[in-house]
C-alpha cells in the first residue's frame, strides 16, 4: 500500500470516528466496545447521578479551606521571603495577634502585600476571600499594626549604640550615634495640578512621597518621618519631620553633602555634624579634606544598604509605583516595612 492510500484511509477513518461522535447522544458509536449511551453512565439504582448543592457547598468549602491551609503553610515556613520577617523572630506574629485580636490570616494579608506586592485579586485567591474583602483587610489592619510596630523603631541610648558599635566606625567616628539620608517612593501621578507640583521630584524626574530615615551605624532604624512631596527640600523636611526633637544633645549624626543647609539647625540643638567637605569650583581640595570625605563616604554606605532594606518590601521597591487609592495608607506602610527590618538583625555584625 502507497503512503497515499495509507494517508487517504487515515483521513477516512478520522472522518467516521469525527461523524459517530457528534451523532445523537443516544446512539452508540458503531464498533466501538464501550457505549456512550446513556445506560452506560447511569447507576445501579438506573438514574443518573448528580451532586446536590449541599455536597457542592461542602466540597468547595473544604476546597478553600486546604487552600489557605496550604497558603498559611507556605508564608510560615518561608516567613522571611513573604513577610519580611526572620523565622527565628517568627513569635512577634503570634504577639501581634494577641494585641490586635484578629485572626491571623488578616496579619498575613496585610504583610504578605506590602511585601510581595500582590493585586488584591490573587491574595483573595491565596486566601479564599473576594477581592474587596482582602482590600477592607489591608485598609482596616494595617494601621493597627502600624501603631503597634512602630514601637520597634525607637533611639537607644548612647552607651548602648557604643556596644555595639561597627569596627569600622571604632577608629575615626567613635561618637557617630546616627546616619540620615532621604528616599522617595514613585506614586501615581494627582489629578489636582496643585497635588502635581507638590509631589514633584527632580530628582527622580516623576510624582513621589519623601522620607527621611535615621539609623544606628549598626542599622536599627531610630526615627522615620511622615510623608513630604517630592518637591520639599532637605531642610524643610529636618524641620517639619520632629527629627530635632528626637535626636539627643550633644549627638553626632552622620549625613552627606546635601545636608549642607541644615548645618545651623543642628548646632541650635548642639549636635555634632559628619558630612564630607563642601565642594567648590573656586578652590581646589586637599589630601586630607578628600581623604575625609572618602572616609565619610565608606561609612554612609551603610544607610544606603539600609534604604535597600526597605526597597526589598516590593510596595516600596525603586519601580513600584503606589495607586492613588493606597497613597493614604503609605506612611503606615513605610511604618511596618521599618519595624520589620529591626527584626531582621544588625546590618553589620
Known amino acids: 500500500m502507497t503512503s497515499v492510500e495509507v494517508a487517504d484511509k487515515s483521513t477516512n477513518t478520522l472522518r467516521s470516528l469525527s461523524s459517530q461522535i457528534y451523532q445523537s447522544p443516544h446512539k452508540p458509536i458503531q464498533g466501538s466496545s464501550t457505549s456512550l449511551s446513556s445506560s452506560s453512565l447511569s447507576l445501579q439504582s438506573g438514574s443518573v447521578y448528580e451532586p446536590s448543592s449541599e455536597s457542592l457547598h461542602e466540597t468547595n468549602m473544604i476546597s478553600k479551606e486546604l487552600l489557605v491551609k496550604v497558603e498559611i503553610f507556605k508564608i510560615e515556613n518561608n516567613s522571611r521571603f513573604y513577610l519580611g520577617l526572620p523565622k527565628s523572630e517568627f513569635f512577634f506574629i503570634k504577639l501581634l ?3 490586635l485580636e484578629v485572626p491571623i490570616e488578616q496579619i498575613y494579608i496585610v504583610l504578605k502585600k506590602i511585601r510581595t506586592d500582590d493585586q488584591f485579586v490573587r491574595l483573595g485567591t ?5 477581592t474587596s474583602g482582602v482590600s477592607n483587610i489591608f485598609s482596616k489592619t494595617l494601621p493597627k499594626m502600624a501603631t503597634k510596630l512602630n514601637e520597634l523603631i525607637f ?3 548612647k552607651s548602648k549604640i557604643q556596644r555595639v558599635l561597627p569596627r569600622q566606625f571604632q577608629t575615626y567616628y567613635k561618637d557617630v550615634e546616627a546616619i540620615i539620608d532621604c528616599f522617595e517612593i514613585q506614586v501615581e501621578r494627582p489629578s489636582a495640578a496643585y497635588q502635581q507640583a507638590l509631589t514633584w521630584s527632580n530628582y527622580k524626574t516623576c510624582n513621589t512621597c519623601k522620607y527621611l530615615v535615621s539609623s ?3 542599622g536599627l532604624i531610630n526615627f522615620i518621618s511622615e510623608g513630604f512631596g ?8 529636618i524641620k517639619q519631620s520632629g527629627y530635632l526633637t528626637v535626636v539627643p544633645e550633644n549627638a553626632t549624626v552622620m549625613t552627606d ?5 541644615v548645618a545651623g539647625l543642628f548646632q541650635k540643638k548642639k549636635v555634632n555634624l559628619v558630612r564630607p567637605p563642601s565642594v567648590t569650583s573656586t578652590r581646589k581640595m586637599t589630601k586630607d579634606e578628600v581623604r575625609q570625605s572618602k572616609l565619610v563616604a565608606a561609612l554612609r554606605i551603610h544607610i544606603e544598604r539600609l534604604i535597600r532594606r526597605i526597597r526589598e518590601f516590593r510596595m516600596l521597591g525603586p519601580h513600584a509605583t503606589t495607586d492613588h487609592n493606597l497613597v493614604p495608607l503609605l506612611e503606615h506602610i513605610v511604618i511596618v516595612a521599618c519595624g520589620l527590618i529591626n527584626l531582621q538583625g544588625p546590618l553589620i555584625q
Open 126 to 130: 491565596d486566601f479564599a476571600l473576594s
Open 216 to 218: 544606628t551605624p549598626n
Open 155 to 157: 533611639w537607644p541610648e
Open 97 to 99: 495577634q494577641e494585641e
Open 230 to 237: 517630592g518637591r520639599t527640600s532637605d531642610v524643610e523636611i
Open 257 to 261: 553633602r546635601g545636608f549642607k543647609q
